[in-house]
């Protein structure tokens, strides 16, 4: 069971970085782009001959500088964040293509003979739990702090919830969206390299598959696509959930592609509830006070006959 | 030039890109704008113009289809197995189109009246179809497309291909119905004002389903183009292909905040990026670049089209005061009148 939690938790570790996107009203497409760069970033220059964690310190570089390009692009046109990161998903894939192609890596094996120690990063064990299982845990603990203790945090909110205000209260707008941005590009990066040591390979087309699943995760955990709203724990727990109910659906003999119905729909469903049910408590409060407020007037209005 | 008019024909500006980068191709090398390599460009962007259209009409009504790829896995499975299994051409092009708008609808729906924001949506219904069209396959692709089929992708007319006289033809349909009619207008307001449109009367729920189902549909014409210039379709099919869809239509000047735009320039768009990814061989740049140039191009109109905006907002301002500054000495004497 806990070694099952493998092959799911590194969404979770994007989609945390994400939410803080989600709530600064922003959203960023562009993060399985950067897997991939970093990944093979990292893997080209262990090739060259580079120790394998400076190779690692490159690739985190990389996406470092990916996601310094994504908040100067999003604050500096003031476009809408989805189009710019659309334009830099696709600039980064090209990138790590290019970067494949440059260090002559056929894009079907990728770079492998990777050393053991790194490879024993994501699929070793510290104290019979699995590494990925723990970094997920600190990346979770991290995000929360910062979300929920921190003045950032807060500022984040606010900024999602209501911008005018927030330029008003004298925020520096700029500022906050570009952390929430690099930290994003950063857990990106990282789990690329992730990856690449689960996989023990290293290639350009890595992280061409979280874009769907990791937006999942955030959705169901509960952000808002609208800003202002959401929690690193429902992020926590939809990571959990998700990733354990397609695990049982496998087991029970679900193939693949009937997954990915079953979970699609269910991010339909789920986003769907989440305002029909506000809408109802909504009108269940309003009748309550309208009945409350009918028998007041009824009592009111008899001592005056 | 005006700005004002550059913001009003961006597909103009998108066009003359694209002739701009044939010009600066060809001095390189020649061969790139000789009648049969441009014909080469057309044929390839059918799809890709056909999706973008679609694209654009969604976009215009302030909402986004990153479905349109497994529409078209969806749609061209289905449309290949009735072709394979003898159902005449003509009934399987009309199911086709038929269930490329029913699954639009679906997404209309569930972004009007279940209130699911589009993005969120259409990403779980690419999960979703595509998931369902491997279930159709169980993973086979579906080869022996008849070749009475096939050879209407190899037909042409006045040496052009009859599948590129068709898409056009469907293009400037949706163009007109978006310019010319009552509905088509009903989609641009719904775009630019979603409540202010229901205010005066349109029904925009309506119009959202509508613009989710043309997607539908173009996804559904582009599966039957694929089928045609292909002769068979696999699963994969279109996979990715929904984000240069909405690249294409961004390039063209659609502008994702809704109301502004034209199927026209979404075209536009998709012959800039296919000619430019085709012009990468000519210019001898090895093929993996491709994405590397679509992100640079849609960065740099990105770009390009924040400024000018810029520019033109900060006139506007400037406008104002002159104007403000000119009608003040009147103002000021008409308040010691009435002292």
Not at chain 1, 40 to 61: E, P, S
Not at chain 1, 293 to 299: P, Q, S, T, W
Not at chain 2, 241 to 267: D, H, K, Q, W
Request: net charge positive; with cysteine; glycine share 12%.
């Amino acid at each position: 069971m806990l070694n099952s939690t493998s092959d799911f938790v590194y969404l979770g570790i994007i989609a945390m970085p994400l939410a803080l996107v989600m709530i600064t009203g922003g959203i960023d497409i562009s993060f399985g782009s950067v897997a991939s760069l970093s990944a093979i970033i990292t893997g080209v220059t262990f090739q060259a001959g580079l120790n394998i964690w400076l190779a690692v310190l490159v690739g985190l570089a990389a996406a470092f500088v990916a996601g310094l390009v994504n908040a100067a692009l999003i604050v500096s046109t003031g476009a809408q964040p989805m189009v710019i990161t659309l334009g830099t998903l696709f600039l980064f894939a090209g990138l790590a293509l290019g970067a494949s192609g440059l260090g002559g890596v056929s894009s079907f094996e990728g770079i492998s003979g990777l050393p053991p120690s790194f490879v024993a990063l994501a699929s070793g064990k510290t104290l019979g739990v699995p590494n990925m299982l723990v970094i997920f845990l600190v990346v979770a603990v991290v995000f929360a702090v910062l979300l929920g203790k921190s003045s950032y945090g807060r500022q984040a909110r606010l900024i999602g919830a209501n911008p005018k205000a927030a330029a008003y209260a004298g925020l520096s707008i700029g500022k906050v969206i570009t952390v929430s941005y690099v930290l994003t590009a950063l857990c990106a990066g990282f789990v690329g390299i992730l990856l690449t040591s689960y996989l023990s390979s290293a290639r350009a087309d890595i992280g061409d598959a979280l874009l769907m699943p990791t937006l999942t995760l955030v959705v169901i955990g509960g952000v808002s696509m609208y800003g202002g709203e959401g929690s690193i724990g429902g992020v926590l727990i939809a990571t959990f959930v998700i990733g354990f109910l397609q695990q049982g659906l496998r087991f029970m003999g679900m193939t693949e592609n009937q997954v990915a119905v079953v979970t699609g729909s269910a991010l339909v469903v789920v986003a769907s509830l989440r305002w029909w049910s506000g809408h109802f408590r909504e009108r269940v409060k309003n009748r309550r006070v309208q009945r409350a407020a009918l028998k007041a007037e009824g009592k009111s209005a008899q001592p005056v006959a | 030039m005006n700005l004002r008019s550059l913001l009003r024909h961006r597909e103009a500006v998108t066009v003359s890109g694209v002739v701009i980068l044939v010009l600066l191709v060809m001095l390189v090398q020649p061969a790139f704008a000789a009648p049969s390599n441009l014909l080469r460009i057309a044929n390839s962007t059918v799809i890709l113009a056909l999706l973008a259209a679609g694209s654009a009409v969604v976009i215009m009504t302030r909402n986004i289809d990153v479905s349109v790829g497994s529409m078209l896995a969806l749609t061209g499975i289905v449309g290949g197995l009735m072709l394979r299994d003898g159902v005449p051409a003509v009934l399987t092009v009309v199911v086709v189109l038929a269930l490329g708008a029913a699954l639009g609808v679906v997404n209309g729906l569930g972004v009007t009246y279940g209130h699911v924001p589009s993005i969120v949506m259409t990403l779980g219904t690419l999960g979703a179809y595509r998931g369902l069209s491997f279930l159709i396959t169980e993973g086979h692709s579906i080869e022996n497309v008849p070749a009475g089929y096939k050879a209407i992708g190899r037909a042409d007319i006045l040496g052009v291909p009859l599948l590129v006289w068709l898409v056009i033809v469907a293009l400037i349909g949706i163009g007109l119905f978006l310019g010319r009619t009552r509905l088509g207008r009903h989609v641009y307001a719904t775009g630019d004002n979603r409540d202010g449109a229901h205010l005066i009367g349109v029904r925009t729920n309506g119009v959202i389903i509508l613009a989710f189902a043309v997607s539908g549909v173009c996804a559904a014409a582009a599966a039957l183009v694929f089928l045609a210039q292909v002769g068979s379709i696999s699963n994969q099919a279109g996979q990715g292909i929904e984000m240069r869809a909405i690249a294409a239509a961004v390039i063209g000047g659609v502008a994702l905040s809704g109301g502004v735009g034209t199927v026209f320039g979404a075209a536009a768009g998709a012959v800039f990026i296919t000619a430019a990814v085709s012009s990468l061989s000519f210019l001898g740049i090895p093929g993996f670049w491709a994405d590397t140039v679509i992100g640079a191009i849609l960065l740099v109109a990105l770009f390009a089209d924040a400024r000018v905006r810029k520019a033109l907002d900060h006139r506007r301002v400037l406008d104002r005061y002159r104007a403000v500054h000119e009608a003040a000495p009147d103002a000021a004497e008409n308040r010691k009148v009435a002292q």
